[in-house]
């Protein structure tokens, strides 16, 4: 009998993480209702929240900016033979001598 094994194609999203999400979309819904008839502390946080989303969506352009870079400047290289302590069983360069035991 093979084990069973969680799907990783579907992300595993709680009914609490459900609800969570639910009330603050409600929430942005309601202040941008409130901002669409004129409440000034609505249009205010709605200009917050926009903010905040348009900084996220900056921040992950310039990631992406400097990932493809990097990616197309330095390009891909293997370095798992240069020192590596997990490749073919061996131990890591000793930086430091190990001490004699103190009698």
Known sequence: MQPIVRSRVLPRISFR???L??????LI???ARAAGDGA???KAVTFAVAM???FFLLAAGAFLLAWLT???VIGEFDNSREGNPFAKDQLPPQ???PREREQ
């Open 95 to 97: 930086l430091l001598k």
């Open 70 to 72: 990097a990616r197309f």
């Open 17 to 19: 993480a459900m609800m």
């Open 40 to 42: 000034t502390f609505a």
């Open 52 to 54: 905040l989303g348009l």
């Open 29 to 31: 819904a309601a202040i």
């Open 21 to 26: 999400w639910t009330v603050v979309a409600a």
